[in-house]
C-alpha cells in the first residue's frame, strides 16, 4: 500500500529543552565555540514563544501522522557520534533490533523497532544495488527523540530508525538519497501495512563548526517552497558541497523522504529561525 | 595524519563516565592510555577547542573537552545526546 504519510521536521535539542535555564545553557556552551560570540541570544519571552510556534507546528505534524494510522514509522536520522565513530562511518545504516532506547534529559524514549522491515528494505537495497549496513542495536538520540516527543509520545506502533551519513565527510549525494527514498516507497507500495515516514535535521545550522550561529534562511525558504510546488526531485543535482556551504547537510535526511514522496506536494511547511545555531522547519505531505 | 586516537579520547570524554570521571582525576593518566604526539597532549590541555580543530579533530567532537572546564562541567548538553 502506498506511503500514508510523510513528515520532516527538525531536531534541534533546543526544541525541546525547557525555555529559561536550560536554554541559557545550551548557549552559553554553543557560544562559547563561536569565534564572534554570542549575536542574537534570544530573550526568555522569545525562546517560549519559539517553543510555542513548535509545538504547534509539530502538532500539526502528529495530526496528520495519527489520521493516516500508520502501524509504523519509519524514522530518518544522522547520528552524532553516538552510535558510528571514525572505526565505521556507514553511509546508510538500518536497524534489525528488537526495541529501541534513548534519553534526553529527564525523558526516557523506549519503542518497539519494526526489525521485518528493516530486513525487507535491506534485501530490496541489495537487490537494487543499494547495499545498506545494518546492526542489531542503536542507541536513540536526540537526532530522534526531540521530534518523537512530539509526533509519537506514546510508543503505540514501533519505529524503524534509519541513519543517513550527514555529519562527516564524505557524505552521500542528495541524488543516491533520493534514491533511497524511492526504494522505501517500492517497499511501502508492496507491503500491506500502512507505512509512514519522517526525516530528522536541519534546516540551516553549522553544528561543529565555526560558523555556528549562522542561518541561511533564504536557502531554507527556497527549499520549503520547492517542497510545496511538489518539485522536490530538482534537488538532486544540488552538490553535497551546496548544502555545505548553507548549513543543510542534513537535509540529506529530508531527501530520503523526498525521494520517497516524489512529485506529492508539500501540504503544510512552517518555518522558524532559532536566533542561536538553527532554522528550523517542519513538513508534512498529507495523502 | 590520523588524529584517530586524539578523536577517540574526546568521544569517551562525553559517551563512558568513567573515562569523565577519571580524567577529571587525573588527565595525565587517562591521556597515557591513548596514542597521541606531544602536539596532541598540548592541545588537549590547552582546553582550546580550536586547537583540536587545527589537529583535524572533528568540530562536534573538540567540543567535548569543554566537559573538562568547570563552567560547563553540569550543562545541560551532556544530559542529552
New interface residues.
Partial sequence: MPLVAALAASHAPNILLEPGAEWEDFMNLHHSMAPRGSGNRPTLNQQKKLRADAEAALGVLRADLDQAKPDVLIVVANDQFVNFFWNNIPTFFVTIADEVNGQFTRHKFRYRNHKELGKTIVRAGMHKGIDFSYGEHIELQHTQTVPLYFLLPEPKIPILPIYVNTWVDPSPSPRRCYQVGELVREVADNSSERIAILATGGLSHFPGSPRIGEIDEAFDHELLAVMRDGKGKSFVDYSGDDLLQAGDTEFLNWMVVIGAVGDAKATYTAYMPDFVATGWGFVSWRF | MSC?HL??LL?NL??DEACFEKSLQDFEAVMNEYDLTTEERDALKSGD??KL?QLGV??????YI?RLQP??RD???W???
Fill in positions: 584517530y578523536s577517540r568521544f562525553k559517551m577547542p580550536r580543530r572533528h568540530g562536534m567532537l573538540c567540543l569543554k563552567e560547563f550543562n545541560i548538553y544530559k542529552q545526546k
